[in-house]
């Protein structure tokens, strides 16, 4: 009896030391990232003491070392959000019906085949994908179409879309998969053909997973660094075609800040684009997370 | 996962802490990517005749390195750059007081597709290209295509270069391509025939062809005379007049028979 009560509270005790450990881990990593963004806010913020928040938003010449310096990163802004909407328009179809496809229409050999081929995708690295981009593609897309020069919008959004498809398709594909046998059995019953079973009862129901799927695809390509910095080409105008060359925000900063003077305007004015990057890929994610739940499934009445 | 992670966090900060660790006392060079090469070579020269020496060599750009002079984190500071007014002011705050050493020269080329026909170009032209003035190739002797204007990144050492010497202070055009590095503009000219870069002296090879500017074909010669125009010097920095193994590795990387060898064999120009 009181072996067994002594026994009882050292399970208790252990418990609590267990739950303690957790929790002390879980903070850790939140700690760190909320003093990534304290530190990412205080190394920013001093250049609005400098230039308005409009004129850095809305100004169209970023000319950081010219004097005087000019930080304007309308175009920068510009090339994310272009090359993030051309990137998406491949890679959300791409991602979505090949995630169909495996899931629903391929065997069950081939499924096993095809996607951790696709995962594998995921693994490359950036670096690897932008000098493909840079060796390869561009010079073809010179000569193909004639245009002036290969690194431009239209490259840096393909090879965005590369490395966002992986991601749309894996996520996708697990959303889709587990969507209750039961509901595909029953509309396949009432006699439905697969496409319609596919339209009406399997992309419904998995809406909201191919949803984050997408939405983590397109913040995926917006925050990458090193594709954009390699072959979108660099230059900080807003484009006006979509074989122009552009200059998004992580390029901006990653070709900029080794250089840049410490605790300087242009050091204060990268960290400010980092924040206005920071502003927009948390965007994503909340809308992402307001997508998978606002559109959860739950059961099979709601449909 | 977690478990996994964190193992794997700790062992890089093991590392990381016993690096910094066993550098106590050594030599530690960090600054800009164009000096980075002859510094490494130099270095690699330096310890092979002082085994008791070690160098730790790192890149990262001549505002980092200067700031890691500042910070007291390097030894030496390399910049391709003279260091600035408001970083003179930070170090003097900090009680830290940098001293130039030109270590070498560099030229900066002018490059284009070895397809193009052009050969020569005057500064004036060279301005008007990349102020996006002249926008095709036939205005200045050449085949009827639209110039692609390469240049590099606003804070490269390099481009300030060109900036003073060849843009007067005038901005060049935003429709410019950027690339980060001498290598990418070397890449990104040699597979576009209408492109026009500027690379340092020592990154020039046979895929793309080096211009004459104002006639003058850029050399350690004409670099050294001062005929080539647009020429620069690197610097290394040190905090206060060097001392011992500091003081050793500077006199070995300006002596001529020993440091400014390695610097011809990267391709810049040595002092003497």
């Known amino acids: ?303 | 996962m977690k478990a996994k992670s964190l193992i794997i966090i700790s062992i890089i900060a093991a590392l990381l802490f016993g690096v910094s660790s066993a550098n106590a006392g050594n030599l530690v060079i960090t600054g800009s990517t164009t000096v980075l090469p002859i510094a490494q070579k130099v270095a690699e020269a330096y310890m092979s005749q002082n085994p008791d020496v070690k160098i730790s060599i790192s890149g990262g750009g001549s505002g980092e390195g200067i700031k890691a002079l500042i910070d007291g984190t390097t030894s030496i500071a390399d910049s391709s750059r003279f260091i600035k007014d408001s970083e003179i002011k930070q170090a003097v705050d900090k009680g830290r007081y940098p001293v130039p050493f030109a270590i070498a020269y560099d030229c900066i080329v002018p490059v284009v597709h070895p397809s193009n026909t052009v050969v020569n170009l005057t500064v004036q032209q060279l301005k008007g290209i990349y102020k996006g003035e002249i926008k095709n190739w036939k205005e200045i002797g050449g085949p009827d295509k639209k110039i692609v204007v390469i240049s590099r990144d606003t804070s490269s050492g390099t481009y300030e270069v060109w900036e003073d010497k060849v843009m007067n202070k005038e901005r060049v055009t935003p429709a410019a391509l950027l690339q980060a590095s001498n290598g990418a503009i070397v890449q990104a000219v040699s597979s576009n025939p209408n492109a026009i870069g500027y690379i340092g002296i020592g990154y020039a090879d046979n895929s793309v062809k080096a211009l004459m500017v104002d006639r003058v074909k850029a050399s350690a010669e004409t670099a050294l005379n001062g005929t080539f125009p647009i020429h620069r010097a690197l610097y290394m920095f040190t905090d206060g007049w060097p001392k011992g193994d500091t003081l050793n590795f500077i006199n070995f990387m300006l002596n001529p028979q020993k440091g400014q060898r390695y610097v011809k064999e990267e391709g810049f120009v040595p002092l003497y």
């Not at chain 1, 660099?234 to 979509?242: F, K, L, N, Y």
């Not at chain 1, 060359?245 to 070709?255: D, E, G, T, W, Y």
Request: hydrophobic fraction near 55%.
């Open chain 1, 1 to 303: 009896m009181t072996k067994d009560k002594y026994k009882g509270t050292l399970r208790r005790k252990k418990e609590k030391w267990i739950k303690s450990l957790f929790f002390l881990i879980a903070f850790a990593s939140i700690s760190v990232m909320a003093l990534i963004v304290v530190f990412l806010f205080m190394e920013g913020l001093p250049i609005f003491g400098k230039v308005s928040v409009r004129e850095f938003v809305f100004g169209h010449y970023w000319y950081p070392t010219s004097e005087p310096a000019e930080f304007g990163i309308f175009p920068l802004i510009i090339a994310s959000i272009a090359v993030t909407a051309i990137s998406s328009m491949m890679s959300i179809p791409l991602g979505v019906f090949t995630a169909l496809y495996l899931a629903e229409v391929a065997s069950q050999r081939l499924r096993e085949w095809v996607k951790p081929v696709i995962e594998l995708l995921a693994a490359l690295p950036s670096v690897v994908i932008g000098f493909f981009g840079m060796v390869v593609v561009a010079p073809f897309l010179q000569q193909v179409l004639d245009i002036p020069v290969g690194l431009n919008l239209f490259n840096a959004s393909l090879m965005l879309a590369f490395m966002s498809v992986p991601t749309i398709c894996s996520i996708s594909e697990d959303a889709i998969f587990s969507v209750p046998r039961e509901l595909k059995e029953a509309s396949l019953a009432l006699g439905a053909t697969r496409w319609e079973t596919i339209r009406r009862v399997i992309i419904p129901a998995s809406i909201s997973g191919i949803s984050t799927a997408v939405i983590l695809g397109m913040s995926r390509a917006i925050g990458e660094t090193m594709v954009v910095l390699m072959v979108a080409g660099g230059a900080a105008m807003v484009p006006e075609s979509i074989f122009d060359p552009v200059r998004p925000m992580p390029a901006s900063i990653a070709a900029e800040m080794a250089e840049a003077p410490f605790r300087g305007d242009h050091y204060y004015a990268l960290f400010a684009t980092g924040i206005v990057l920071f502003v927009f890929t948390m965007i994503f994610n909340m809308t992402a997370d307001y997508v998978s739940h606002r559109y959860r499934q739950t059961g099979a009445s709601t449909l």
